[in-house]
């Protein structure tokens, strides 16, 4: 939702008047889900409500979706890729490298078939999230501004209460649940003398030419700090850079919020000594003085404290006074604000108790893993302003995240005021390799949202069949049957996305040799993005997942399986993916996964009491598999097998063999089993 | 390639060399002293008898010698006599007639001698010279802590092959020996003559010579004993070299596609009694499956063309378009893959032939497709008919079974016949002649014209066996015609067996469609059905003991006529009695029957009950995690003690510190991808 509104235009006091005498205006409109803000995850969750035919309503303070990207990011190209070409068709693998579509069932309502550019123009995600509305036909109200949101208990709405939401005109509107998707739209700004000074991000020229030959301050260090010195590096005589952390670099923290490379060319003119410059210290120690020529000098707070109020900003101390050598001694034409925003709580009453995170996480709402308020249950935010959850982690707080942590909560939401439960796909145990084979190669959310949301198998008894949960919170583990109204009786698995525990991070050379892992048996030192796999006997309890052990994302399993990291992101090698998985799943369930053809499942029927769960429920069900005329082929001119069928009489040529055995997706194991094979000398 | 043939093709060589530099000798030669040592070739064996010149020509031992040659020379070893004449006195000449002996050389090296006492026949001389000659490879032993040595020293390294013989010399010594000479370095051989070892290992029978495998190499805890395979065969050369060579076979069934062979592949000569023999030994004991590595090269082209690829864009207009089998799979999944192939066969079976469409779709790239289609299994065939629902095909993954599906859904189901002709023709089997070949029985459902609700149920039972049986109804005015010919009631059925040209009659009263089903497939099945690989899952399905007639030829028919009988007369009314005889069956033998059995024969057989466990451990990643934690938790006790000596070696200390960060990174044993630690893993 925009901050940039416009000043809504209240027609004629007259018109006004005669709305608010209306008598239909004291009755509420009721709706079971209200949103609010129809950006990029308002959308996403009003398709989701649409789609499962739910009562819902859009509100949006603007004319047309989206109206934050109709004023940002102030130079108009967005950092989130929009990759076209994969080499691949699997659509749900592209959507790995799409960052800016929205989920729907319309293949149409991709963006990469509105932008041609890898950085798109955020104008094209304006018309996106347009179409993405209309097309759909989302009901959504536009210049609808909600004014306040405050809570009426009553013991028949599904929380307990309901909220109740005004907007501008005065009409209320009565909510059992209530989206909140209005991301951060305030400015953030900090407080030090001289502040009045510095022009915002929000509000600066972005025309390089009043830029001219000026010495330019930005404060800040984030992408539109960087965005905005990109834009008027070739013009000023220098550009220095002030903010209280280090600058945090993309791709060595693997955070996409961090300093994106397409951003900071700046770091490359001030270690190529081109006069621009870093520096680092905390913003509220500083003051901005204007001097009577209008130029900012930088000093010390501490300075002007000193100082008697109704000084002259020239008479005031400057650290240069002491130090002659001061960074910061030159006087600046212009001090620009670049200090990121922070959600918008002044719309919700205090009984709703939604506060703000703690220091770290101050710009966001306090939420729960599940995404709803921890002060008001039924209050969910999504989107951006749901980063808290994984902030500087994961890719919750961007549309190639959160369009999946909304499809979460949608399903939550789903199970527990529609008793419609988690879906999920029950499989015989013999797909069990196979389906997390399939998900760690396609699936996009896993992938995006990694160590946020995980795939959850769910064992049935006796480890014959399971069901498949996809991309649930796994925060919320331990609540897992009733959130989802699935049963964990008997064993899960939890199938998760990590980078090795010691690669990321702002200071990490994340170019190291051998940093890339090659072999199965070291699979659980890879580094780059992984599958990892979590056995566990029993639903881990709340206390084991919060007090789970550091940098764990999830409390200490049975038995773990890292599937080696693929320079390809293709977990699909026989041996070095698929092999190893089988036997980690197959010594977590105590059994034997192996295929077989439908020839061994025969003689297994015959020799044994027992067959193996391949053969029980595919051979024995009349679906066994069959081998091929080739392989008969093969077998005869081997001369493993007669073509004929044997005489018995004639015992010099019945050659035949007791069994041929043919196992599928079974390679030799390493070691003497492997050995006694290759070693067959067969000169004789 | 390991040592373990070198002998062997010292043999071969010369055999080779033999043939070339020498004219094959099949009698004695016959040499002076002199002579003969210059025959002797370094490194070559040779047997030599020094006799007196004026001794007779004739005698048992020679003759013997004279046998002796040809097999002797098979193995490279040369044989002659030589006659001591008075001009060159050798000192291998003795003085007296009946002091003479046989020599062996290698080289000119004298090996052994022989009194001719102990080469008392052809078996003892060829025995003797072997033995002489793999001394090493043969370990001769006395007492039970020789091969209770042996055996430790060899777990985890080589197998063993253990040989008790009543004396030297005989045959059975000769069969081991001549065994030794080609497998000897292989395995070690190790023989006895005496009884108390053998006892010891637990034999019963001690009269006769025994031979084992024991089965070292695999045994990793030295604790633990080799497991022992007795041959249970008598000893000879031919049944110790196939024992040895079932012995080969791996322990496990283990075969996996993608694996290369080398093109010879395994060449069993087994006799089918030397065969059954042996498995019938193994079954017993050990689940022994001869396994062949499948070498489908993973890079072979299939004839993909026959079958079309649909992708996203194409399978809606094509399943719409055109009545078409689709086959769902992921291209990275092994079942899937082996499948593909079979569905390639029924493509080429049906080229040009068929209305059917043929298709395929790879949900490793249309993953949205599949999941549309309601796939989330692979791999699955669905086929797609025009106006009707997509049908799954839910029989045997392989080609016969889909053609099958095929072609008998070329035809409606059921399918309405209107006429008492037409009905006629049906159930002879003349209405669908090219069809009856896939499903030997016709159903025909007879209903009057009113009886709605049965028509219904028998239509719908006619909609689910459809691709499996044919079907077919019928309801006009004149139905009694039918009903009374063939003794039917209504509302019934009529199954035409077309191979036995038998029409039977089943009467239908309120049945619902799933009984129906339940009926006609019920009906399939025979009374004393051939067992094949196919099959058996039907007859499991009934949850009745299985009677097993194992046969080795074709049924005589007196014992199936034995058998019917004691169907007939309800005898067998809990069994599912069954011959097996299929190429396969050969080895499922029950352990129960004796090896000199006759086939066929029915035996009680009670199987073993292990449960499928995981074939191999896996990594146990936990554990290595946790063993680096504690390593990092360790180091830092050193670093700690070293404070008392901070003051002066600040500096190192700090050294130390930045050498105990970087530690985590050098216990990682990662592997370098170069080139020559790559090969260095493969191999």
Known sequence: ?684 | MSSGFNVFRVGISFVIMCSFYMPTVDSLLELSPQKYFSTLQPGKASLAYFCQADSPRTSVFLEELNEAVRPLQDYGISVAKVNCVKEEISRYCGKEKDLMKAYLFKGNVLLREFPTDTLFDVNAIVAHVLFALLFNEVKYITNVEDLQNIENALKGKANIIFSYVRAIGIPEHRAVMEAAFVYGTTYQFVLTTEIALLENIGSEDVEYAHLYFFHCKLVLDLTQQCRRTLMEQPLTTLNIHLFIKTMKAPLLVCAFGGYSVPKKGYKFQLRTKAWLLAFWELSGKRFAIFIFKKSIDRKRKLPLELTVELTEETFNATVMASDSIVLFYAGWQAVSMAFLQSYIDVAVQLKGTSTMLLTRINCADWSDVCTKQNVTEFPIVKMYKKGENPVSYAGMLGTKDLLKFIQLNRISYPVNITSIQEAEEYLSGELYKDLISYSSVSVLGLFSPTMTTAKEDFSEAGNYLKGYVITGIYSEEDVLLLSNKYAASLPGLLLARHTEGKIESIPLANTHAEDIVQIVTDALLEMFPEITVENLPSYFRLQKPLLILFSDSSINPQYKKAILTLVKQKYLDSLTPSPINSPFTSGITPNAIPPASPLPIIGPTILPAQEWKPPLPAYDFLSMMDAATSQHSTRKIPQCMKETDVQENDKEQHEDKSAVRKEPIETLRIKHWNRSNWFKEVN
């Open chain 1, 1 to 684: 939702m925009g901050l940039s509104a416009v000043a809504p235009l209240w027609g004629p006091p007259g018109l006004l008047l005669a709305i608010a005498l209306h008598p239909a205006l004291s009755v509420p409109l009721r709706r079971d889900y209200c949103v609010l803000g129809a950006g990029p995850a308002g959308l996403q969750m009003a398709y989701f409500l649409q789609h499962a035919g739910r009562d819902y309503e859009v509100f949006e303070r603007a004319p047309r979706p989206g109206s934050f990207f109709t004023r940002y990011p102030r130079h108009r190209k967005l950092i989130s890729i929009n990759k076209r070409y994969t080499g691949k068709a699997n659509a749900e693998f592209n959507l790995r490298h799409d960052w800016n579509s929205l989920l729907s069932h319309d293949p149409r309502l991709l963006f990469r078939h509105y932008s041609r550019a890898y950085f798109p123009d955020a104008r094209d995600m304006v018309r996106y999230l347009g179409d993405f509305a209309d097309t759909l036909g989302l009901r959504i109200q536009y210049n609808t501004t909600i004014a306040h949101v405050t809570l009426d208990k009553d013991r028949r709405a599904w929380n307990g209460h309901y909220f109740i939401l005004t907007d501008q005109k005065g009409q209320v509107h009565q909510c059992s649940v209530l989206l909140v998707a209005t991301g951060l739209s305030v400015p953030n700004q900090v407080d030090f003398p001289g502040s009045e000074n510095v022009e915002g991000y929000e509000s600066v020229s972005i025309d390089p030419e009043d830029f001219i030959g000026q010495n330019v301050l930005i404060l800040g260090r984030g992408n539109s700090a960087f965005e905005t010195a990109e834009n008027i590096l070739g013009v000023t005589n220098f550009i220095h850079m002030l903010s209280r952390s280090r600058v945090r670099l993309s791709w060595a923290t693997h955070y996409v919020g961090d300093l994106r490379a397409i951003n900071n060319g700046l770091l490359d003119t001030y270690q190529l000594k081109s006069l621009d410059g870093l520096l680092e210290s905390d913003l509220r120690d500083l003051a901005i003085l204007k001097d009577s020529k209008g130029k900012f000098h930088v000093t010390l707070k501490f300075f002007l404290e000193e100082a008697s109020t109704n000084q002259s900003a020239d008479a005031i101390t400057l650290p240069q006074d002491d130090n002659d050598n001061f960074a910061m001694r030159v006087p600046y034409d212009r001090v620009i604000r670049c200090l990121g925003w922070n959600f918008d709580f002044s719309i919700f009453n205090k009984s709703l108790r939604l506060n703000s995170g703690n220091a770290f996480g101050k710009k966001y709402p306090l939420i729960r893993a599940s995404y709803e308020s921890k002060g008001s249950r039924g209050l969910f935010i999504l989107g951006t302003a749901s980063h808290s959850v994984d902030y500087r982690k994961s890719a919750g707080g961007f549309i190639h995240g959160f369009r999946y942590t909304v499809r979460a909560v949608h399903r939550l939401l789903e199970h527990r005021h529609h008793s419609v439960a988690w879906p999920a796909t029950e499989l015989p145990i013999t797909q069990l390799t196979s389906s997390i084979v399939r998900r760690v190669n396609e699936a996009s959310g896993l992938y995006q949202m990694f160590g946020v949301l995980a795939d959850v198998i769910l064992l049935k008894e006796n480890a014959m069949a399971f069901e498949y949960l996809e991309e649930f919170p796994i925060q919320m583990l331990a609540q897992l049957e009733t959130l989802t109204g699935r049963k964990a009786r008997h064993g899960l698995f939890v199938i998760n996305m990590e980078y090795g525990r010691n690669f990321s991070g702002p200071d990490k050379d994340v170019f190291f040799d051998d940093r890339s892992v090659g072999h199965t048996e070291d699979a659980w030192q890879s580094n780059f993005l992984h599958p990892v796999i979590y056995y566990y006997r029993y639903l881990p309890t709340e206390q084991e997942v919060r007090f789970r052990p550091a940098h764990w994302p999830l409390p200490r399993p049975t038995a773990i399986h890292h599937i080696v990291e693929d320079f390809l992101t293709d977990w699909t090698a026989p041996i070095g993916h698929i092999l190893p998985l089988r036997r980690f799943l197959e010594n977590c369930l105590d059994t034997d996964l192996r295929s077989f053809y439908a020839e061994s499942c025969f003689l297994f029927a015959l020799t044994r009491q027992k067959l193996p769960p391949f053969c029980q429920q595919g051979y024995l069900r009349m679906q066994g598999l069959m081998s091929t005329e080739s392989l008969w082929q093969h077998r005869v001119e081997s001369r493993l097998l007669r073509d004929d069928a044997p005489t018995g009489r004639d015992l010099e040529d019945s050659s035949q063999q007791p069994g041929d055995q043919e196992l599928l997706g079974a390679p030799l194991a390493p070691g003497p089993l492997a050995q006694s094979l290759d070693s067959n000398k067969e000169e004789l």
